[in-house]
T-cell receptor, first 113, second 113 residues
C-alpha cells in the first residue's frame, strides 16, 4: 500500500523567497510521484512527475522536485516565490500495480508581498 | 483540444436523496477516474473506468457507483446521501489506463443538508 505525508498544512513565504514544500512517501513498489497545484475553485493541475528516470525533476512555473530514495522524500522547491504561486499543493504517489493516485493532505502556500 | 468538463458546478441535496454527477473526458482519452475531496483534505480515489468497465475501486461503499459511455464520458451516482458526502468531486481523464498523467476537471461541489 502507498501513502503520502505532507509536512506543514500551511506554509508562508515572502515574495522572492525560496519555496520548500515537503512530501514523504511510503510505497511497497518503486513509486511514481506527482505534485499537483490547485487554485481556488479549480481542479488539479500537474506541476511535475517522477517516473524512475532522472531524480531531479523540473516542472512548470519554475518548480522542481528531487526524488531521494534513502529519505523516501520528494520535496517541491522554487527558488523565488511569486504572488501567483499562492495555492494548495498536493503530493501524490502511484504504485506500479495500481491505477489510483494516493494524495497527501495538501499544503496551502501563502505568499506575502 | 477541449479539457475535462464537469457538470453541474454546484449542487445541494438533502440526506437520503440520490445524485448524479457528469464528466466529459478530454478528447482522445478513454480512461476516467473519480475522486472525492472533502474540505481541507486531499482527493481520495473512488473508482476508475476504462472502455466502459470499472477498472479499479477505492475504499468507498457500493452506494457510490458509476458508468462510462461509448464516447468515454462518465457519470458518478451516489445513493442514500449522507452528510459526510459533502465534498468536491473531481473527475480526471487520461489517454489510456496505463498512462501516468491524469488531467483533472474543475469539480462539482456537492453539499448535503
Amino acid at each position: 500500500a502507498q501513502s503520502v505525508t505532507q509536512l506543514g498544512s500551511h506554509v508562508s513565504v515572502s515574495e522572492g523567497a525560496l519555496v520548500l514544500l515537503r512530501c514523504n512517501y511510503s510505497s511497497s513498489v518503486p513509486p511514481y510521484l506527482f505534485w499537483y497545484v490547485q487554485y481556488p475553485n479549480q481542479g488539479l493541475q500537474l506541476l511535475l512527475k517522477y517516473t524512475s528516470a532522472a531524480t531531479l525533476v523540473k516542472g512548470i512555473n519554475g518548480f522542481e522536485a528531487e526524488f531521494k530514495k534513502s529519505e523516501t522524500s520528494f520535496h517541491l522547491t522554487k527558488p523565488s516565490a511569486h504572488m501567483s504561486d499562492a495555492a494548495e499543493y498536493f503530493c501524490a504517489v502511484k504504485g506500479n500495480a495500481g491505477n489510483m493516485l494516493t494524495f497527501g493532505g495538501g499544503t496551502r502556500l501563502m505568499v506575502k508581498p | 483540444e477541449t479539457g475535462v468538463t464537469q457538470s453541474p458546478t454546484h449542487l445541494i441535496k438533502t440526506r437520503g436523496q440520490q445524485v448524479t454527477l457528469r464528466c466529459s473526458s478530454q478528447s482522445g482519452h478513454n480512461t476516467v477516474s473519480w475522486y472525492q475531496q472533502a474540505l481541507g483534505q486531499g482527493p481520495q480515489f473512488i473508482f476508475q473506468y476504462y472502455r466502459e468497465e470499472e477498472n479499479g475501486r477505492g475504499n468507498f461503499p457500493p452506494r457510490f457507483s458509476g458508468l462510462q459511455f461509448p464516447n468515454y464520458s462518465s457519470e458518478l451516482n451516489v445513493n442514500a446521501l449522507e452528510l459526510d458526502d459533502s465534498a468536491l468531486y473531481l473527475c480526471a481523464s487520461k489517454r489510456d489506463r496505463r498512462e501516468d498523467t491524469q488531467y483533472f476537471g474543475p469539480g462539482t461541489r456537492l453539499t448535503v443538508l
